[in-house]
């Protein structure tokens, strides 16, 4: 009789831990990731899910553009679609804004962008902003995420290692489904310009980019 309860009790055993090794290899446990509440979106470009429960839609008036509001945390998330994002983020790199992040996710590449800004003109507050960029044959997406100065997530770390994307940026890449959607804006209307006006800013945007840094001072001249 004894040794049929050594028997049951092994066995009992064995199968707490072979559940145990389920749920650590599907990642049920990890401490690495921790389950939050989600806001899921849904519009003619893009679908996916917002970490925080109270996600709150504040622009809807244009249908390729949509921003929305985390008043919890203090994050502002607009969102946008156009034809070419890429020829947006050369003209960013003029301005500073270079070196991002590659990642895929769900069969789509994203650039990711940090930058910092002052809020208004008050250089005691800063901002933090993260830009997503993924471009596909016929349209590119973009997600601009704005941390407010006054937020209570940690933007010590503004890189693929901080709070800022661990927590917010990779969750919402991860469950973003994108669309393909018609009569896209074009980024030279976006500017104003014609499509002629638009490719000769491109052009010197080019040249300084493959180091002709004179390219712009002539087109400010």
């Given amino acids: 009789m004894e040794n049929k309860n050594i ?7 064995i199968a707490i831990v ?3 090794l389920a749920i650590f290899s599907t990642g049920l446990f990890n401490s690495n990731e921790i389950i939050r509440d989600t806001t899921s979106f849904n519009n003619s470009f893009m679908e996916g899910a917002f970490t925080g ?6 622009n809807n008036t244009t249908e390729y553009m949509q921003s929305y509001l985390d ?3 203090n994050i502002t998330y ?3 679609t156009v034809d070419n994002s890429t020829a947006l983020m050369d003209i960013y790199y003029v301005q ?4 991002p992040e590659h990642r895929s996710f769900n069969g789509n590449d994203w650039n990711i962008y940090f930058s910092q800004a002052y ?3 008050n250089t005691n507050n800063t901002i933090s902003i993260v830009i997503c960029q993924s471009q ?3 349209q590119g997406y973009l997600i601009y995420m704005i941390v407010g100065s006054k937020s209570d997530v940690n933007t010590t770390a503004l890189n693929v290692y901080g709070d800022v994307y661990t927590q917010y940026v990779e969750p919402l890449l991860k469950s973003i489904t994108l669309k393909e959607s018609k009569n896209v804006p074009a980024i030279n209307d976006e500017f104003g310009l014609t499509s002629d006006e638009f490719a000769q800013q491109m052009e010197l945007i080019q040249q300084y980019k493959a180091g002709n840094t004179s390219a712009l001072e002539t087109s400010e001249a």
């Fill in 7 to 13: 028997i049951i009790i092994a066995v009992v055993i």
């Fill in 18 to 20: 072979a559940v145990a």
């Fill in 53 to 58: 429960s109270n996600v709150k839609l504040t």
């Fill in 71 to 73: 008043g919890e945390h």
């Fill in 78 to 80: 607009n969102i946008s």
């Fill in 96 to 99: 500073g804004v270079m070196n």
């Fill in 119 to 121: 809020e208004g003109n």
């Fill in 136 to 138: 596909t044959t016929k």
